[in-house]
C-alpha cells in the first residue's frame, strides 16, 4: 500500500516507480496519515519549484518543516531555527550570515580538510573492512563541521553522534544508541562554546564570523548562535553524511561509472552533482498553506500541509532526461536537493566542499573497493540514506 507518510514505506524498492505513476496520474497527491491531518505531496519538478518559490503562500513558521504535526512547545523551539522562519524575518537573519558560508570563505578550509580526510581514509584503508557510513561519511562530516566552527578536533565524535539522534527519531537503534537527549545536549554545547569563545583573541574561523554578525545593529545572543549551531550541524552533517555514502553505494553498483571517474578526474563535478540529484539527502520538506491556494491545478486550503518532495521531483522525466539513470556526465542538472528560492541550503558550498574532497581523495586512497554485504537503510520519512554500508578496502587493484 502507498503511504508516502511512512517511515516504513521508503524502505521498501517501489519508492521511485511509485513516484513516476504519481507524477504522471496524480502530481499533487493527497495522503491521510495515522492520527493527525493528511498533507498534499508535491512531486513534480515546476510544481516543488512554485512552492518553494512563494512563502508569502507556504509557510515553514505556521507549522514547521516536519509532516508530523510538532506540540507547541516544539514548535516555538524550532521558530528559533532560520530553517523555520519566513520572509521578512528569514531575510533579516539570513542576510547578516550568507556571506560568512560564501564558496570564497568555505574554500579556505579545503586543505585542512583535504589533511584531515587523508588521515581518516588511511586508517580506514587499515582496517580493510569498514562501514562507509559510519565510519568514514558520518566522521568526515563532523570533521568538517570542526574544521569549519574552529571547533576542538576531539570533540568530532560526540558532534556527530548528536547530530545522527537528533535526525534519527524514526530509527529506533539510531535513537536508542544514546542516553540522553540530543538535541538539547548539542545546543548547550553550542552556547557554552560561544560564551567562551567571546572571551578570546579572534580566530580565523565561521564561529568568530558569526559572533561579530550584527542584527538590527546588535551582535547575536549566545542562544541565537546555539540555534544557528544546532541547524547548521544537524543538517550540515546529516546531508554530507549521506550524500557521501549513498553516492559510493551507487558508484560502487555502476562500476563502468566509477572506473570513468578513475581515470578521468575532471568528472567529480558533474559527477557530485549527480549524486545530489540522484541521492538527495532529504525526501522532503513541509509547509503550510496560508491561504486557498493550487498547486499544479490541484486546490489547497488554508491550513494544509504541503510536502515538497524532492526525491521525486528530482527524477521528473518532464526535465531530466532518461531521470531514473546515474549519469555521472548529466549536464545540465537542475536538481532542488539544496532547495530553491528563500531557502535555498545556506551549508550548500560545505556540503559540496566536503563530498568533493572525499571523492577526490578517495580516488587516490583506495585503488579498489567494494560492497561487502547488502546496505542497510535508515528508517525514515526525511532522511533519504544508509544506516550501514558495509565495504571491504584494498591498495591492490588486480
Known amino acids: 500500500m502507498t503511504d508516502l507518510a511512512s517511515a516504513d514505506w521508503y524502505l521498501g524498492d517501489h519508492v521511485h516507480e511509485t513516484f513516476a505513476g504519481l507524477r504522471r496520474t496524480d502530481p499533487v497527491h493527497w495522503q491521510p496519515m495515522t492520527g493527525e491531518p493528511g498533507c498534499w505531496f508535491v512531486l513534480r519538478h515546476a510544481d516543488a519549484v512554485h512552492v518553494s518559490r512563494h512563502p508569502e503562500l507556504f509557510s515553514s513558521w505556521l507549522r514547521g518543516i516536519l509532516l508530523e504535526d510538532p506540540d507547541e512547545a516544539a514548535l516555538a523551539s524550532a521558530r528559533q531555527m532560520l530553517l523555520i522562519m519566513d520572509p521578512p524575518l528569514h531575510s533579516s537573519y539570513r542576510q547578516p550570515l550568507a556571506p560568512h558560508f560564501a564558496a570564497r570563505v568555505i574554500g579556505a578550509m579545503e586543505e585542512r580538510l583535504r589533511l584531515r580526510t587523508r588521515a581518516l581514509l588511511d586508517a580506514a584503508l587499515e582496517r580493510g573492512d569498514v562501514d562507509l557510513s559510519h565510519d568514514v561519511a558520518a566522521p568526515m562530516a563532523s570533521e568538517a563541521i570542526t574544521v569549519l566552527m574552529g571547533l576542538p578536533h576531539d570533540d568530532a565524535p560526540k558532534i556527530r553522534v548528536w547530530a545522527e539522534v537528533t535526525l534519527g527519531g524514526q530509527d529506533e537503534e539510531v535513537v536508542n544508541s544514546y542516553d540522553g537527549h540530543a538535541a538539547a545536549d548539542m545546543l548547550t554545547y553550542a552556547m557554552h562554546w560561544a560564551a567562551s569563545r567571546r572571551a578570546e583573541p579572534r580566530h580565523d574561523d565561521v564561529t568568530s564570523l ?27 552533517n546529516d546531508t554530507t553524511r549521506t550524500l557521501i555514502s549513498t553516492g559510493m553505494v551507487e558508484l560502487l553498483t555502476h562500476p563502468d561509472q566509477l572506473a570513468a571517474l578513475r581515470t578521468d578526474r575532471s568528472l567529480v563535478p558533474t559527477a557530485l552533482e549527480e549524486i545530489l540529484r540522484y541521492c538527495n539527502p532529504v525526501h522532503y520538506m513541509r509547509r503550510t498553506a496560508t491561504r486557498d ?106
Not at 554578525?213 to 541565537?224: S, W
Not at 528563500?342 to 566536503?354: D, I, N, P
Open 293 to 398: 491556494t493550487e498547486v499544479g491545478g490541484t486546490r489547497v486550503a488554508a491550513g494544509d500541509k504541503v510536502a515538497i518532495c524532492y526525491t521525486s521531483a528530482n527524477r521528473d522525466e518532464t526535465v531530466f532526461a532518461g531521470a531514473q539513470r546515474f549519469d555521472i556526465r548529466r549536464s545540465p542538472n537542475p536538481h532542488l536537493t539544496f532547495g530553491i528560492g528563500a531557502h535555498f541550503c545556506l551549508g550548500a558550498h560545505v556540503a559540496r566542499l566536503s563530498a568533493r574532497v572525499l571523492l577526490e581523495e578517495l580516488l587516490v586512497a583506495w585503488p579498489a573497493i567494494e560492497l561487502a554485504s547488502e546496505p542497510t537503510r535508515i528508517r525514515s520519512n526525511l532522511t533519504n540514506g544508509y544506516r550501514r554500508v558495509p565495504v571491504r578496502l584494498t591498495d591492490d587493484v588486480d
Open 210 to 236: 558569526l559572533l561579530e554578525t550584527t542584527f538590527d545593529g546588535r551582535p547575536m545572543t549566545d542562544l541565537e548562535f546555539g540555534s544557528f549551531f544546532l541547524q547548521l550541524v544537524t543538517a550540515g
